[in-house]
């Protein structure tokens, strides 16, 4: 009968010392899963910056041009600023993607990571010499979130403004 008893009280034993070490390498994996993904995101914000970057160059060849993007927001926030013209795009990370506070040049794309209390903000900004316009207006800015869906992202050569810089327009389909 003592043994029957010992049998469970080692197999409790053993199941608990499992968990155990199951935990405790989770705990240390976790960390560095969460910021792969979120260096993966950053990378992905920066392809898709780069994708709606050459559709505005092309439709800048004529009036009425116009492109779609398909334009998938995982994580973080994409902001049209009307007034200064660029497009910006702003991640919470785990991951810092470069050093913090240093601003770095991907072409026309400018990264810098900021710190935010304990993890990271990366700002990736990108700027035009074009009017850059949201559904024909000129002021305030335009914030798009994530979401499970593609967007469509509709950008047009919607002619000349009075100062004499081509007017692209943007909106979502």
Sequence with gaps: MDKKGQIWVETVIYTLIGLTIIGLVLASALPKI?????????????????????KIYEVQAARGNRRVVDLEIRKGLMIIDMENDEISWVLDSSFAYSEVGLNISLGRLNVTTMENSGSF???LISGY?????????????????????????????????????????????
């Design 121 to 123: 903000k990366v700002e």
């Design 129 to 173: 010499n074009v009017d850059i316009r949201f559904g024909n207006e000129t002021v305030g800015t335009k914030a798009i979130n994530s979401a499970p869906t593609l967007y469509n992202l509709i950008i047009e050569n919607s002619g000349v403004s009075d100062d004499g810089r081509i007017i692209v327009d943007l909106r979502v389909a």
């Design 34 to 54: 969460n910021e792969r993904k979120d260096s993966i995101s950053i990378e992905q914000s920066i392809d898709a910056l780069k994708a709606i970057d050459g």
